[in-house]
């Protein structure tokens, strides 16, 4: 099943910013609408990568397996994403843009979704050897919703956190925060690496 394959990418697509991004907005002024906004934007984002790269890389059904040439697409995608990943390993902290996220609003953070979400290096990258992938291996467009779906979901955990448990998250939420800057690039590279064995165990099977 594809989207067994593609769950282990969910974790390089909110690894990083993107992550703390949801953790700081899940504690702004206006956080419910805000964390909202913010998925409402990743969704748009995150669909409009995969669902564009899918089609330029679909042709008539007879040539839609698996070639040499897709599964080298995927591979260089891949590569690059794990290339990014290892030299922005030493920035630790977040950005001090993500202070001004206590005060964000809706349509910032909407907008912060759309493009964290689709056009940081290693997101798109990332959306893009999703959709590259599904039709390198014949797969329907619809294998790509459940990754979209479990990508927003991880998003929407600080802000359901919050829902849940109220003051008690308030405190573990910073902590979390920290603990994924401090580890999150070695996540990404393992997946990756598992990403790139599933992809040519697929090829050469």
């Not at 977040?94 to 290693?122: H, N, Y």
């Not at 990508?151 to 955990?157: D, E, K, R």
């Not at 109220?166 to 603990?179: M, N, S, V, Y």
């Not at 999150?184 to 064995?197: D, G, P, Q, R």
Request: glycine share 6%; net charge positive; charged share 15%.
């Amino acid at each position: 099943m594809r989207f067994l394959e593609l769950v282990p990418l969910v974790f390089v697509m909110i690894g990083g910013p993107q992550i703390l991004s949801a953790i700081f907005l899940a504690t702004s002024e206006n956080w419910r609408r805000n964390s909202l906004a913010f998925v409402g934007g990743a969704a748009v984002s995150i669909s409009l990568v995969v669902g564009v790269t899918y089609l330029l890389g679909t042709g008539p059904i007879e040539q839609r397996a698996p070639t040499p040439t897709r599964t080298a697409i995927v591979l260089t995608g891949l590569l690059l994403v794990m290339v990014h990943t290892y030299r922005n390993r030493a920035k630790s902290g977040p950005p001090q843009w993500m202070e001004k996220l206590k005060t964000a609003t809706p349509w910032f953070s909407f907008r912060l979704g759309f493009l964290l979400l689709g056009f940081f290096p290693t997101d798109i990258l990332t959306s893009i050897t999703v959709g590259a992938y599904l039709a390198a291996q014949n797969s329907p467009p619809t294998d790509a919703v459940p990754f979209v779906l479990l990508t927003l979901l991880v998003l929407s955990l600080p802000s359901l956190t919050l829902i849940a448990f109220g003051e008690r998250a308030e405190r573990f939420l910073p902590k979390a925060r920290d603990c994924m800057d401090a580890n999150s690039w070695i996540v990404t590279e393992l997946v990756l690496l598992v990403f790139m064995a599933i992809a040519l165990n697929n090829f050469f099977a």
